[in-house]
């Protein structure tokens, strides 16, 4: 615990991992900021997990975390029948916590558990591997038309939206950690505003398809966690360099910066998209066209990173051009079947894995009385911060344009939290600061899944149970008139 007055330990670029936390999370992998290797900021090469003796092969590992998967699937298909994201994250988390507890014979397998967590850098794996195949998943399947529809509460959402709840957050948590005996600095408690603020695309996606949400709605919050993660990772970016005591941050400096990834990933990913579609529109084979959309998918993201522009934005906008021009214009309808039938296979797969992941990951918590504490009272904190800063712009926004009744609920409670913001909060410089902002953003992920999820559905009902009886009470003086 971080006695008041201590100052935590940070790392520049060019120095080593601290050893301030000691053994108190002895399964951290000793990772540097991926998320700056996201925005280009710094090479990936300073961003390698260090290896151990213990660390398993790379095979090992996906075979271990696909069969986990599919026996967790099976499991929750036969018996819990909750929806797939959710149930899979609560029976990881449950076999996990039941590695933890003092029973005969399991140690060894707690040993080879966070053994194999080791040898994962969770951050690199989601902000550099699934994440491009996710949010081309995601984008492949969204109405362009219905986007745009939605398009200025889409973009305020995503922009003033995350940079308000990131202040309100950072504020309160300074507050909250300050009362509890937790001497955080200021700037790390935004960098957790920042972290936890965005929508996560991938949780968001999986539970909504079976959460019943009126078409608009689903619109609203797809829309915004495809295009957040970018404003989201630039605002962790420059906080994270204001923490680590580097270069100066101007105003300019920043508005550069926020264009450069935003316009730069939009200008790419339609020049990306625009090649594929050329592609696809010169052949018939879908064989073929499928690994173009695949090539785009990786490929596109990549070069992303490399250009030091948003690679979320970039892959999500040639989603959006295949899936909807694409789809239409350059493929045949067998091609569109068997494409919609690859992309959602793999889209199930790597969620599956994620979300297997995400629950694994409490065996690399550092699970102190004062740290839970701190991750319960920090779940009001974010649902009232989503609640100001989706509900602040929607007042604006009313006197141009109609909402449905019930909007700034559904906002706030359908705004989960997933994997982004686990990676995003382990790819922090080590020690107990990191240690904290893990644990605290672990449960509030926890409860936005498990607890958000699982009520979502009942939630719209009962919302659109009062929004017709509010429609009736409204419409009944109108008839009463015209008789």
């Known amino acids: 615990m971080l006695a008041r007055g201590e100052t935590p330990v940070a790392i520049t670029p060019a120095t080593g991992y601290c050893g301030h936390n000691g053994d ?10 991926a998320a700056g290797a996201l925005a280009g ?24 975390l696909i069969t986990l998967s599919a026996v967790f699937s099976w499991i929750n298909h036969r018996f819990l029948k909750m929806p797939t994201a959710i149930g899979l994250m609560l029976i990881a988390m449950l076999v996990s916590l039941s590695l933890l507890l003092p029973i005969p014979f399991t140690q060894s397998l707690e040993l080879d558990a966070k053994a194999m967590l080791a040898s994962i ?22 109405n362009l038309h219905d986007l745009a529809e939605q398009k200025w509460v889409i973009a305020v959402l995503a922009t003033a939206g995350v940079l ?46 079976s959460a019943g ?11 915004e966690s495809l295009f957040n993660d970018g404003v989201a990772v630039v605002t962790f970016l420059i906080l994270l360099e204001i923490a680590l005591g580097g270069a100066d941050v101007s105003v300019l400096g920043t508005l550069e910066l926020f264009l450069t990834e935003a316009v ?24 073929v066209e499928v690994l173009v959309t695949l090539a785009l998918a990786g490929g596109s993201y990549a070069a992303a990173e490399h250009l030091h522009i948003s690679a979320p934005i970039t892959v999500v906008v040639a989603g959006l051009l295949i899936g909807n021009h694409g789809r239409n214009e350059a493929m045949s309808q067998k091609t569109a079947a068997h494409l919609d039938n690859f992309w959602e296979l793999v889209d199930e797969i790597l969620n599956a894995v994620l979300f297997v992941l995400i629950g694994l990951e409490v065996l690399a918590l550092a699970l102190s009385a004062q740290y839970l504490l701190a991750g319960a009272l920090a779940i009001p904190l974010v649902l009232f911060a989503r609640a100001v800063s989706a509900g602040a712009p929607i007042a604006v926004m009313r006197r141009f344009r109609s909402f449905s009744p019930g909007v700034v609920t559904l906002l706030t409670w359908g705004a989960l939290r997933g994997g982004i913001s686990v990676a995003l909060a382990l790819s922090l410089p080590d020690g107990e600061v990191r240690d904290l902002l893990v644990t605290v953003t672990y449960i509030v992920v926890a409860f936005s899944i498990l607890v958000q999820g699982l009520t979502l559905a009942p939630v719209i009902r009962a919302v659109g149970r009062r929004a017709e009886i509010e429609i009736s009470r409204t419409e009944l003086p109108s008839v009463d008139a015209e008789r």
């Open 41 to 64: 900021e710094y090479p990936a090469s300073q961003f390698q997990p260090v290896s151990t003796d213990k660390a398993m092969r790379l095979f090992d590992v996906i075979a271990i």
């Open 213 to 223: 949400a009126p078409k608009s709605l689903e619109t609203k919050i797809t829309g």
């Open 164 to 209: 308000g709840a990131t202040f309100i957050i950072g504020g309160g948590a300074f507050l909250l950690f300050w009362l509890l005996g937790l001497d955080v600095p200021l700037i790390y408690c935004l960098l957790f505003g920042a972290l936890i603020s965005p929508t996560d695309p991938i949780a968001v996606l999986g539970i909504l398809k």
């Open 264 to 287: 730069g990933g939009l200008v790419f990913g339609l020049v990306a998209g625009a090649i594929a579609y050329f592609m696809l529109r010169r052949i018939d084979n879908y064989q």
């Open 24 to 33: 108190s999370n002895q399964v951290a992998r000793r990772r540097r900021s």
């Open 121 to 142: 850098d969770f951050d690199d794996a989601v902000l550099h591997g699934m994440l491009s195949f996710l949010l081309f998943a995601g984008a492949l399947h969204v």
